[in-house]
């Protein structure tokens, strides 16, 4: 497709679930990123992938989060023993971006998001 | 760490009126900033950007001029229409060892009626 694609839309998981949520970036986009939104809240950074390396992972909230993109294309974020404050709608979000330059500061493109609900 | 601050909402605005969404951040390098919006069951889009001090950001009628001095970057529109009801975030990404990472704020949202 043209755009970022999420799957599945919306989840509802029972808590202490494990769910998997998956990302399509745009087609030769070699950044990825993760972004976890509460209800009524900005995006908040989880995790950053370039290709198939996760450089930097700082913002998963626990070890219960984890990410991979083993191919450098599809990611998935899942989530263990799922809990209630887990509920948010998790972004994936795309783009060119691959160096730490200005010059290279090019547009993030945004997925619809998966909007989780544990309860 | 780097944070943004931008004014609370819901915005209620009549069509045609003047908008502004104030926007502060503090940041320890030179960040490059930005206005996305989201629009209703949709996902978020860029809605403008600036890379460095004095430059203007514009698009669709908005603009936000990148001020370095008073470290803002508040969202202008001369004459909002019902179109434009939608949520607004303003962001910054230092682009440092992590690609473009965005810093958000809280979002505001503006409703325009009729």
């Known amino acids: 497709g043209a755009g970022v694609s999420q799957s599945p839309r919306y989840k509802v998981a029972k808590r202490g679930q494990d769910v998997a949520l998956r990302c399509d970036p745009i087609?030769?986009?070699?950044?990825l990123f993760w972004y976890q939104q509460a209800l009524g809240q900005g995006p908040e950074f989880l995790t950053y992938f370039q290709n198939e390396a996760q450089l930097d992972k700082s913002g998963l909230p626990s070890d219960r989060f984890f990410a991979e993109r083993p191919e450098g294309s599809v990611s998935t974020l899942k989530i263990q023993r799922t809990q209630q404050e887990d509920s948010a709608v998790y972004l994936c979000?795309?783009?060119?971006?691959?160096?730490?330059?200005?010059?290279?500061?090019?547009?993030?493109?945004f997925g619809q998001g998966t909007r989780l609900t544990v309860v | 760490g780097d944070s943004v601050t931008q004014m609370e909402g819901p915005v209620t605005l009549s069509e045609e009126a003047f908008l502004t969404i104030n926007c502060t951040y503090t940041a320890t390098g030179y960040p490059s900033l930005f206005w996305y919006v989201q629009y209703p069951g949709e996902g978020l889009q860029l809605l403008l950007k600036a890379t460095k001090a004095d430059d203007k950001g514009s698009n669709k009628g908005f603009e936000a001029t990148y001020r370095k001095e008073t470290t803002s970057f508040h969202l202008e529109k001369g004459s909002v229409q019902v179109s434009d009801s939608a949520v607004y975030f303003c962001?910054?990404?230092?682009?440092?060892?992590?690609?473009?990472?965005?810093?958000f704020g809280g979002g505001t949202r503006l409703m325009v009626k009729p």
């Open positions: 962001a910054l990404s230092e682009d440092v060892n992590a690609g473009n990472m965005l810093t």
């Open positions: 087609s030769g986009h070699v950044s």
């Open positions: 979000a795309s783009s060119l971006a691959r160096g730490a330059l200005q010059a290279e500061n090019t547009e993030a493109f």
